[in-house]
C-alpha cells in the first residue's frame, strides 16, 4: 500500500479526493488553509477561495443541494461568519454528502479567541467528527459523507491546530467517483418559509434520534481495555497525549462527539471507579458524561484555556503539580512584520502618535506592537472601519479630536470590509480608512482573492480593484500609494489627518514574498552616524552594533525603505 | 521511558528553513519504516519569529509534542533560541546549534535588556553534549546562506541510523531542481565536518 507523511489538512485534501467529492470552497484561515490548497491539486475537484466563510459553506451547500459531495473549510472563527447558512442547513439538510470542516485553534497560535466548535455540533443540530491524527481525518472525511447522504444532514468535522499542521503516516487509497443525482425541485425541503421549516426542525429531531444510535455503535468511538482501574475518556489530539502518559489505563476514545454515545459510555464508565476526561478547552465531553450521573476529573485539573501537551496531563498523577520548568527569563522573539514588509513604510508615518486606529484581521495587525504601537484594535474581520464609525459619533459629541483612522488589507476588505464601508458613506463618518494592498492574502501563505485576478484554479478571472469598489461606495476622495515612498506618502498623509475628512487611502506593494529579492542594502559606516532613524522603521533586517546601524544580508529583501529614512544617505 | 522513541527538536527563527529540516528528516524516518509525528506551527509574520518543530519517529508513536526533558537532540539555527528551548532536552541529548546569535526585535529596538554573552555561558554550563557549528558561516561559503539549515542536517545525520543515500533522494524531492546540487553539496559538507 502506499504511504505519505501527510498533515491532517493534507489529509483531509485526500479523503476529499478518495471519497470522490466534486465542489469545495473556503476562505484561507490558519490553520485550515492548506485544506484547499491540497485540494486544488486534485484536478477532479472544483475549488475556490470564496471571499468569506459564509459564501463558501452557502456554495458548498449549494453543491451538495445539486447532488455533488461537497465540503467548506474555515478556522473556528470562520464559523461565526458562517453560522447563519450552518444553522439552517441542518433544516435543510442534503442531497450528496456536505461536510463543514472547522479548525479549532486551542492556544491561539494565530487568532483572536479559543472557541471550543464542537458546541456549534450541539447549537446548530449537526453531528461532529473530532479526528486525532492524519489517518483518522483523512477515513472520517469520507465516513462524514456517508453519513450526511444516509441521514440527509450536514456534518461538522473538527479539526484543531496539532491534528492541521502534524504530520503523521497514511496510507492512500484510489478516488472512488460518486454518480452525481443532480439539483431536484423540493421547495418544501429547500425553502425554510416558516411553514415549511416548522416540519424540517421536527425532522431533524427524529433524526438526531437516530444519530444517537448510530453513534452508539460508530466504531470511532472506541473501547480499549489497559490493565489499570483508571479509564480516560478522551477525544482529538488530547486522546494522543493521554496515551502518551497514562500506558496503562484503559481508554474511551470518543470520535463522534455529537450526538453523544450515551449508552456506550454509560456502558464502560459504569464498570470503573476512577474516570478522568482530558480535552482542549471547553469541558464538551464531561459535561455530557457528567449529565449521565457520573463522576469524573477533569476541568480543575487541566485548564479551560491554551492547548493541552503530554506535561500538561501529568497533573492527574503527581501528588503535588509540578510546574514546568521554565528557562531563565529570556527576551521573547514575537512574529514580527518581514523584512522589506510594505506594510512598516504605513507604519512607519503612523507610528508613536495620538491618532485613535482601528485595526482589523492580517500581518498587519503586529503593527499594534514595538516599535511602531500604531494600531489599537483588532476583533473580528471587518471590524475595523465599523468600530471607527461608533467612535467617531461619541468623539463628535464630546469634542475629541483626535483624527480616527482604520487600517484594514486587501483580503480583509473584500472578506468583510464592503459593507462596513458602505455603512461608513451612508451615515456620512469621516474616517481615514487605509486599505494595505498587497496584493494576496499574506498571513495564510499567500492565497488569491477578489483583487488579483487569478481563481484558486489558476485561472484568470476578472480584477476587481479595491479603489473601484471605494468609489463605486461613494468615497470622493481615494488614494492609490506606494508605501515605500515614505518621504511622498509623509505629505499626502499628514494632510489628510489634518483635514479629517472621510477618504480611502490604498497603500499598494506586493507581499515581499511575491517578489523577487533584490540585493541586500549596506551601511556605509563612515557616513552612519548612529542616530537610530532606521532602527524606528522596525525592519527585522537592520540591527544595531558598535553604535552604527548594521544590515543582515540573510534578512534584507533589498526594498530601499531605510535609504527613504535616512538623514545622512549612508545606505546603499 | 520511550527508549523506542527517537525525538528532535528543530528550532530556529521563522525564515531560516527549519520546517523543511523537518520535512525532510520526518521523510528520511518513514522511507526507513518508522511510524512518524512531526509537529509544528504555523501562521501569523513568517518570518523573524521563534519557530519549533517537533520530530519523533518509533515503531509507536502517539503524542506529537514531544514531552519536557525528552528530546535526544535538539537542532538549533540560532543561539538564543537553543537556549529557550533546552528544557526539552535530556540529560544526556545532544545539542547542535549555530553558533550565530540573531538578537530579538525587543531587544533591537532597546525595549528589553539583554547580555548575549549569557548565551554560551548558560549553554556550556547546562549542556554535556554541545557541538557549535558556524552553519551560515559555511554556508555563506559555499555560496548561498540560506542552505545552513541542510549543513546542519548532514551534521546530526551522523547521529541517526539512516544512509546518506535516504536522505539525498528525499532532498531531491523537496527542494526545487535549481538549488538541488547545493542542498546536495551542503548536506555532505555538513556530514563531514563531523569527522574532521
Known amino acids: 500500500m502506499k504511504r505519505a507523511l501527510l498533515s491532517g489538512n493534507e489529509a483531509v485534501a485526500r479523503g476529499a479526493y478518495e471519497g470522490g467529492c466534486l465542489v469545495a470552497a473556503a476562505y484561507p484561515g490558519t490553520p485550515s488553509t492548506e485544506i484547499l490548497e491540497e485540494i486544488s491539486k486534485y484536478k477532479e475537484i472544483y475549488c475556490e477561495w470564496s471571499v468569506n466563510e459564509k459564501v463558501a459553506l452557502e456554495v458548498a451547500l449549494g453543491a451538495a443541494l445539486a447532488g455533488a459531495r461537497a465540503l467548506c473549510a474555515m478556522k473556528h472563527v470562520g464559523l461565526n461568519v458562517a453560522a447563519d447558512p450552518l444553522f439552517s442547513s441542518a433544516y435543510i439538510g442534503v442531497q450528496g454528502g456536505f461536510i463543514i470542516v472547522t479548525c479549532d485553534d486551542p492556544g491561539m497560535h494565530s487568532s483572536q479567541n479559543e472557541q471550543d466548535n464542537r458546541f456549534y455540533g450541539l447549537f446548530a443540530k449537526i453531528p461532529v467528527l473530532c479526528p486525532s491524527d492524519s489517518q483518522e481525518a483523512k477515513d472520517l472525511v469520507i465516513k462524514a459523507f456517508e453519513i450526511s447522504e444516509e441521514f440527509d444532514i450536514p456534518v461538522i468535522l473538527r479539526m484543531t491546530t496539532r491534528v492541521s499542521h502534524c504530520k503523521s503516516v497514511v496510507n492512500l487509497g484510489e478516488r472512488r467517483e460518486k454518480e452525481i443525482k443532480g439539483y ?42 489497559g490493565k489499570s482501574d483508571l479509564l480516560v475518556i478522551a477525544d482529538g489530539v488530547a486522546y ?41 478547552v ?135 470590509g464592503v459593507p462596513g464601508l458602505l455603512n461608513m458613506v451612508y451615515n456620512k463618518s469621516d474616517i481615514i480608512l487605509f486599505i494595505l494592498d498587497n496584493e494576496t492574502t499574506g498571513m ?31 468615497i470622493e476622495k481615494v488614494y492609490v500609494l506606494n508605501p515605500y515612498k515614505i518621504r511622498e506618502n509623509k505629505k499626502i498623509i499628514d494632510k489628510l489627518l489634518k483635514e479629517k475628512k472621510q477618504a480611502v487611502v490604498i497603500m499598494r506593494e506586493p507581499c515581499i514574498f511575491l517578489k523577487k529579492r533584490e540585493k541586500p542594502k549596506e551601511i556605509d559606516i563612515e557616513l552612519c552616524t548612529g542616530c537610530k532613524l532606521c532602527i524606528k522603521l522596525g525592519c527585522p533586517a537592520i540591527s544595531y552594533e558598535d553604535n552604527k546601524a548594521k544590515i543582515n544580508e540573510n534578512f534584507c529583501v533589498g526594498c530601499g525603505m531605510c535609504i527613504e529614512v535616512c538623514p545622512k544617505g549612508a545606505i546603499k | 521511558m520511550n527508549k523506542e522513541i527517537t525525538n528532535i527538536l528543530i528550532c530556529g527563527i521563522g525564515g ?85 546569535y540573531m538578537p530579538p526585535l525587543p531587544v533591537l529596538v532597546g525595549e528589553v535588556e539583554f547580555e548575549s554573552h549569557t548565551i554560551d555561558k548558560n549553554l556550556k554550563e547546562k549542556v554535556k553534549n554541545l557541538y557549535y557549528l558556524p552553519a551560515q558561516k559555511i554556508a555563506k561559503e559555499l555560496g548561498d546562506i540560506r542552505i545552513s539549515n541542510i549543513i546542519l542536517l548532514g551534521f546530526l545525520s551522523n547521529f541517526l541510523p539512516f544512509k546518506i543515500d535516504d536522505y539525498l533522494k528525499v532532498i531531491e524531492r523537496n527542494v526545487k531542481k535549481e538549488y538541488l546540487e547545493l542542498n546536495k553539496k551542503a548536506f555532505l559538507k555538513g556530514r563531514e565536518i563531523f569527522s574532521q
Open chain 2, 16 to 100: 531560516q528553513g527549519i520546517l523543511l529540516f523537518s520535512d525532510i528528516l520526518g521523510e528520511v524516518a518513514m522511507e526507513n519504516g518508522f511510524l512518524v509525528k512531526k509537529s509544528e506551527v504555523k501562521g501569523m509574520a513568517q518570518r523573524g519569529g521563534s519557530v519549533i518543530s517537533h520530530l519523533r519517529f518509533g515503531k509507536e508513536v502517539y503524542s506529537p509534542l514531544i514531552p519536557l526533558k525528552e528530546a535526544d537532540f535538539l537542532v538549533s539555527m540560532e543561539k538564543l533560541e537553543a537556549l529557550r528551548y533546552l528544557d526539552y532536552l535530556k540529560e544526556d541529548g545532544i545539542l547542535i546549534t549555530d553558533n550565530f
Open chain 1, 282 to 416: 471547553e469541558p464538551f465531553i464531561e459535561l455530557m458524561v457528567k449529565s449521565l450521573g457520573f463522576k469524573v476529573k477533569g476541568k480543575g485539573y487541566l485548564p479551560k484555556f491554551d492547548e493541552l501537551n503530554p506535561d500538561r496531563l501529568k497533573v492527574f498523577i503527581k501528588k503535588e503539580e509540578e510546574k514546568e520548568k521554565k528557562s531563565d527569563e529570556l527576551p521573547r522573539r514575537p512574529p514580527v512584520l518581514c523584512p522589506g514588509c510594505p506594510h512598516i513604510g504605513t507604519f512607519y508615518l503612523l507610528q508613536k502618535k495620538d491618532y485613535i486606529i482601528t485595526g482589523d484581521i492580517g500581518c498587519y495587525t503586529l503593527g499594534a506592537l514595538a516599535p511602531h504601537y500604531a494600531m489599537d484594535t483588532c476583533v473580528c474581520m471587518g471590524a475595523s472601519i465599523t468600530l471607527a464609525q461608533g467612535i467617531e459619533k461619541v468623539n463628535k459629541r464630546i469634542n475629541d479630536q483626535r483624527p480616527i483612522i482604520s487600517i484594514i488589507g486587501d483580503s480583509t476588505f473584500f472578506h468583510m
Open chain 1, 240 to 280: 494522543q497525549y493521554a496515551k502518551e502518559v497514562f500506558k496503562d489505563a484503559s481508554f474511551l476514545k470518543l470520535t463522534m462527539v455529537y450526538p453523544f454515545p450515551d449508552k456506550l459510555v454509560s456502558s464502560i464508565c459504569q464498570k470503573y471507579k476512577e474516570i478522568i476526561v482530558v480535552e482542549e
Open chain 1, 444 to 474: 495564510t501563505g499567500h492565497q488569491d482573492h477578489p483583487g488579483t485576478g487569478r481563481t484558486l484554479m489558476k485561472e484568470e478571472t476578472k480584477k476587481i480593484l479595491p479603489e473601484d469598489i471605494a468609489r463605486a461606495c461613494g
Open chain 1, 184 to 225: 431536484k425541485k423540493d421547495v418544501s425541503k429547500t425553502n425554510l418559509l416558516p411553514q415549511f421549516a416548522k416540519r424540517r426542525h421536527i425532522l431533524l429531531e427524529e433524526k438526531l434520534e437516530k444519530l444517537k444510535e448510530y453513534s452508539n455503535n460508530f466504531p470511532y468511538n472506541r473501547f480499549e481495555e
